[in-house]
């Protein structure tokens, strides 16, 4: 199934998540050592181009992976992420529009 995830991340977090960056790519990289594959995702930003979150389009087995995907990040164990938000896409979503996911197929 796919899965559009998206992580709200605590006011004032940007050193923490400078710091904890390199883990959450090699855990996206690595689709949570399996957990779900991370087709596309990116940083959210508020207006004025300050980082708020996270977001990503996964997938996954069922919402379960997902979210298990999600708890095990880097940044949600560092208590960067306030919420995080599962929402089902739907059958027809046309994944294969996305050339190059985040996480390689094996």
């Given at each position: 199934m796919f899965v559009l995830m998206r992580c709200l991340h605590h006011p004032g977090q940007?050193?923490?998540r400078d710091a904890h960056r390199p883990a959450h790519r090699a855990w996206v990289q690595s689709g949570g050592?399996?957990?779900a594959i991370v087709l596309i995702g990116s940083a959210?930003?508020?207006e004025n181009g300050a980082a708020i979150g996270n977001f990503g389009i996964l997938e996954a087995a069922d919402l379960a992976h997902a979210r298990a995907f999600a708890e095990g990040?880097?940044?949600?164990r560092a208590g960067?992420?306030?919420?995080i938000e599962l929402t089902p896409l739907p059958d027809s979503f046309?994944?294969?529009r996305i050339s190059e996911p985040m996480t390689p197929r094996t």
């Open positions: 940007d050193e923490p050592d399996g957990t959210l930003l508020d990040d880097p940044f949600n960067i992420v306030a919420s046309q994944s294969h």
